[in-house]
């Protein structure tokens, strides 16, 4: 999963972002509303992480703009504002949670695991696609319902291949799905991974199809 961490305050940043990688999340930062505004007009995200009270455009106004723009993305805000109004405000403007600073990494973590639930899976944690299923905030894998044991990378792929069912997937969309911003994956680290994967997927009757010039697509395999 891609998230944003819109966060000014540096070490709060680092706490998150590291918390977030941890997991296995691809994570970027922006310091600023202006800089987290230009992000998710140009980046697709599965989660928001957006404090409020950021440098030249806040938080409301960040949240505001991408709800104006009908995007439903899933919003955490973390905050030092504990006040009731602000809280029914950024609510009423359409943040999903309400974190209260300071917090517990470990409540930090769960808040994220409900969002990515919600949003991947319709609000239950599996998702299902041949003989594969998944739960994605927990990145769990079961082939024909014995666990199968992936790579961060791996899952990586995986998760960008099953998010997108019947449909093809570009290079470019797998790489961006790997690579935190300043990151770089060469053709052959992503042709290497992809390997390892249809390797693993292959003796329970799934595949990673190659479709030439377009990108690839996760399928069944005839038996």
């Known amino acids: 999963m891609r998230v944003l961490i ?13 918390s977030l990688r941890r997991q296995g999340h691809v994570v970027d930062h922006v310091d600023n ?31 505001q703009r991408l709800r ?3 995007d439903g993305l899933a919003v955490l805000v973390v905050t030092a504002r504990d006040g009731l109004s602000d ?17 517990a990494l470990d409540e930090f973590e769960a808040r994220v695991r409900a969002q990515l639930r919600r949003v991947t899976s319709n609000g239950t944690p599996d998702m299902r696609i041949g003989h594969l299923r998944l ?5 769990r894998v079961w082939l024909r319902e014995e666990p199968l044991e992936l790579t961060a ?31 770089d994956l060469t053709d052959n680290g992503l042709d290497i ?20 010039g377009l990108g690839y697509m996760l399928e069944e395999v005839n038996e």
Not at 87 to 103: C, E, H, M, N, S
Not at 158 to 170: C, N, Q, T, Y
């Open 6 to 18: 819109a966060e000014d305050d540096p070490d709060i940043a680092s706490g998150l972002c590291a």
């Open 33 to 63: 509303g202006a800089h987290a505004d230009a992000a998710l007009n140009s980046t697709p995200y599965s989660l928001l992480v957006l404090d409020l009270g950021l440098p030249n455009l806040d938080g409301h106004a960040v949240l």
């Open 68 to 70: 104006q723009r009908g």
């Open 87 to 103: 809280r029914v405000q950024t609510l009423d403007l359409g943040a999903d949670d309400y974190l209260i600073k300071p917090f």
């Open 135 to 139: 739960d994605l905030p927990g990145r």
């Open 153 to 183: 990378r791996e899952f990586g792929l995986l998760s960008a291949l099953a998010v997108r069912p019947d449909r093809i997937v570009s290079r470019g969309q797998l790489v961006e799905a790997l690579c935190d911003w300043g990151q």
């Open 193 to 212: 991974a992809l390997h390892r994967l249809r390797r693993k997927l292959q003796p329970g009757g799934m595949g990673i199809r190659t479709v030439r």
